[in-house]
């Protein structure tokens, strides 16, 4: 180990001693690759990081002039490279002054193709449109002036090479998914089913993730025709396995080696229940959080009870928090229809029924401008209109709300792993729901009412309690019970026994296992920085001693150090781990296999979503004369591309 740690260090060494002109000639003649580099700073929209064989090396460069520059993200800051940017946009502006004519001339060119062909302006904005113009500059410099009717493709030549382009794809992606089932264990895979607006056609999709390197990487499987007349259990399960094996993945990896997240719809849920399922945890935070502010049935029913005032009193309370949603709802609409919306500084947002987060985004939104509200309604003499609007209970709504929203967005995040996530953050939503002497009545009965959904709606699954044990900072799963810990050690040892990980004894709907006593929250400087879902310093392993008999024994007593460095700081909990396991790989080999697979399970199912979003655009109404398989090749080669590009 030491001898791979020495021949690292050298090849570190020996990689940082390149000079930025050697880096940026091979860059030129494609000997480096220069990759789209995930942070929250603007500068990577313009700046990329240079790769060899898929391995990051300490450079990046300009995306437009591919000038490169040392860079390591612990010790080097940005600064010199937004002065490049900014540099470099300038002078790409004024390159020379007799560019500015043609410029003009493709601009007019550019306004007859959108008014001809009625096309949106955006269209200028994709990159394929920037790719496919400057492969056209190219044709013309290399060829001279060109006729375009003899250079640009018919409508069926495009046809035929968009699905041969995405069956060439196709194929290479599959033989790729049966190497990192070979090399992982195993995949993660969403499904969902969607019937468009105008043709009430029904589609149903899937997409995959999965660990490579120490990269999430996701793409679309396929996205086609529903076929049968109904959407029962049977029929979504035949029509699904159907495809899959279309592609050359038969119903016995399915059942072994792939992870399915979905909604926790009846007949989706049947469907899957002989395969490895997990409830998508997002919808699960969904019904919870639309159930805490319904009133059920029997609520205006009387009750000859000691608990009667109580009962009547919380009724109020809700009824209440519906009323305030309901008024403001309403304001929302008289300010778009009178027009008043377009004399404030910021737009409003509708609540949509099925949505609890659009609840928050609606009160957020009118709570931003209230001030310019209240104002503009004085001029019209409508200031009645804010009578039965509380601001102060709109602000404690708010800010009861806001947590959820923020690990939902958490969540939903399929740049990184999550899954190893979703018991913390159960966790920490149960932590907030706790009750405050300051809590106003209203948002006490809230409180109670999320902590009861929480416990009853939402499981503690086997794969929750695994993925936290395979987070390094985690690992003594403190925040569960004592015989829910070593339940997961023996589960995880039995696993690690089978080179497949067949996971038939696997629970996908366990009971509520959290330790009832949680140790003290530790103090972590500079904590208050992070952002709230990222930050869970107070569930950090303590120090433990253990056996060393195999690897799950070495694994829990092992003593890692983490460094919070700018690099983690988008990852849960401050600690890249898929990194860590890849640098772990030769220590345990077979925990870091297990972790490939378990931490490519997301923890919700929007993937899917997006894939019907990105179907909507491709089947719209103007152009319902696409085929189904040129739909399907458009929306799959739209995730390669995508998947390609980071």
């Not at 060829?143 to 018919?154: C, M, N, R, T, W």
Request: hydrophobic share 35%; with cysteine; charged share 25%.
């Amino acid at each position: 180990m030491a001898q791979c740690s020495l021949h690292a260090k050298k090849n570190e060494e020996t990689v940082y001693s390149l000079t930025t002109n050697v880096v940026e000639e091979q860059l030129k003649k494609g000997k480096l690759q220069l990759v789209e580099k995930v942070g929250k700073s603007d500068i990577w929209r313009d700046v990329g990081v240079v790769v060899k064989e898929s391995i990051q090396m300490p450079f990046v460069a300009c995306k437009k002039c591919l000038k490169v520059f040392r860079f390591r993200s612990r010790d080097t800051g940005t600064t010199h490279l937004k002065k490049h940017v900014q540099m470099c946009k300038k002078t790409s502006i004024s390159i020379s002054k007799n560019i500015y004519p043609l410029k003009k001339e493709i601009v007019k060119s550019a306004v007859e193709l959108v008014a001809k062909d009625m096309r949106p302006t955006s269209i200028f904005d994709g990159d394929g449109m920037r790719a496919y113009s400057q492969c056209l500059i190219n044709a013309g410099a290399k060829y001279g002036k060109l006729d375009a009717s003899q250079v640009l493709p018919s409508r069926n030549t495009l046809d035929k090479a968009l699905q041969h382009a995405a069956e060439t794809n196709r194929e290479n992606f599959i033989s790729l998914l049966k190497q990192v089932i070979e090399r992982n264990g195993g995949v993660a895979m969403t499904t969902d089913l969607w019937t468009d607006s105008h043709r009430k056609q029904s589609y149903i999709s899937c997409t995959v993730q999965f660990i490579e390197n120490d990269t999430v990487k996701q793409c679309t499987l396929f996205c086609e025709i529903f076929r049968p007349m109904t959407k029962t259990a049977e029929n979504i399960k035949i029509e699904l396995i159907s495809i899959l094996l279309k592609y050359g993945i038969t119903n016995d990896v399915v059942r072994k080696h792939v992870v399915f997240v979905t909604d926790q719809a009846a007949n989706v849920k049947k469907a899957l229940e002989s395969f490895h399922w997990l409830p998508c945890s997002c919808h699960i935070l969904n019904a919870i959080l639309l159930d805490a502010f319904k009133l059920k049935p029997d609520d205006h029913e009387s009750t000859k009870n000691t608990e009667t005032m109580f009962k009547n009193k919380e009724i109020f309370d809700i009824e209440c928090v519906q009323k305030l949603l309901e008024e403001v709802n309403e304001l929302v609409t008289y300010f778009k229809q009178s027009g008043l919306a377009s004399k404030l500084s910021t737009s409003f947002v509708k609540e949509c029924v099925m949505r609890w987060n659009t609840k928050l985004a609606v009160l957020e939104s009118v709570h931003k401008v209230f001030p310019e509200i209240q104002s503009l309604l004085c001029e019209k003499n409508q200031k009645d209109r804010l009578t039965n609007i509380d601001v102060m209970l709109m602000e404690d709504v708010i800010q009861f709300l806001l947590p959820f929203k923020l690990i939902s967005e958490a969540m939903e995040d399929d740049r990184y792993p999550t899954i190893h996530g979703v018991l913390l953050w159960k966790r920490k939503l149960l932590d907030h729901c706790k009750a405050d002497f300051n809590d106003v009545p209203v948002i006490r009965i809230l409180k109670r009412k999320v902590t009861d959904l929480i416990s009853n709606k939402w499981p503690d699954t086997d794969f929750h309690k695994i993925a936290l044990f395979l987070f390094p900072k985690f690992k003594s799963m403190s925040i569960l019970h004592p015989s829910c810990v070593e339940h997961v050690h023996n589960l995880v040892r039995r696993m690690l026994r089978r080179e497949d990980f067949i996971m038939s004894e696997l629970k996908t709907n366990a009971n509520h296992c959290y330790c009832s006593e949680q140790p003290p929250a530790k103090k972590n400087k500079g904590s208050h920085d992070k952002p709230y879902a990222w930050e869970l310093s107070e569930y950090v392993d303590l120090p433990s001693d253990h056996d060393n008999s195999d690897e799950v024994s070495r694994y829990i007593a092992a003593d890692f150090s983490f460094n919070d460095s700018a690099s983690c700081q988008d990852h849960i909990g401050g600690c890249n781990v898929l990194k860590f396991w890849q640098e772990q790989k030769v220590s345990y080999p077979k925990l870091a296999k297990l972790a490939r697979w378990i931490l490519s399970i997301p923890a919700s199912s929007t993937s899917s979503e997006s894939v019907f979003s990105c179907t909507g655009r491709v089947n719209e109404e103007q152009r319902n004369q696409l085929s189904p398989d040129s739909i399907d090749g458009i929306v799959f080669l739209n995730s390669v591309f995508k998947t390609k590009g980071h």
